[in-house]
Nanobody, 113 residues
């Protein structure tokens, strides 16, 4: 099994940036496809971005060009760099392991002036 712990959320003004981190313990991180999802109040959870074990990335339409997902296998960590943040990016952001179908506890991101 794998345990995932997200960090880096917070309050930021529109146009600002944040970097989220997801640290994995247990499991075979280097071969695991990892993803970031988000869920806003009253809405379904949606895919933000994912990254394969080989580094291939995929983004949701609403974040394309603003967010960047990356991974550092030696640190067993996946990152989400979020730039040009908008109020509609406000949500709880979750990290997911596709290999183990496991989720982190989530970290709150609030974009507001």
């Amino acid at each position: 099994q794998v345990q995932l712990v997200e960090s880096g959320g917070g309050l930021v003004e529109p146009g600002g940036s944040l970097r989220l981190s997801c640290a994995a313990s247990g499991g075979f991180f280097s071969i695991d496809r990892m993803g970031w999802y988000r869920q806003a109040p009253g809405k379904e959870r949606e895919l933000v971005a994912d990254i394969s074990s080989g580094g291939l990335t995929h983004y949701g339409d609403s974040v394309q060009g603003r967010f960047t997902i990356s991974r550092e296998n030696a640190k067993r960590t996946v990152y989400l760099q979020m730039n040009s943040l908008k109020p509609e990016d406000t949500a709880v952001y979750y990290c997911k392991s596709f290999l183990y179908d496991s989720w982190g506890q989530g970290t709150q991101v609030t974009v507001s002036s």
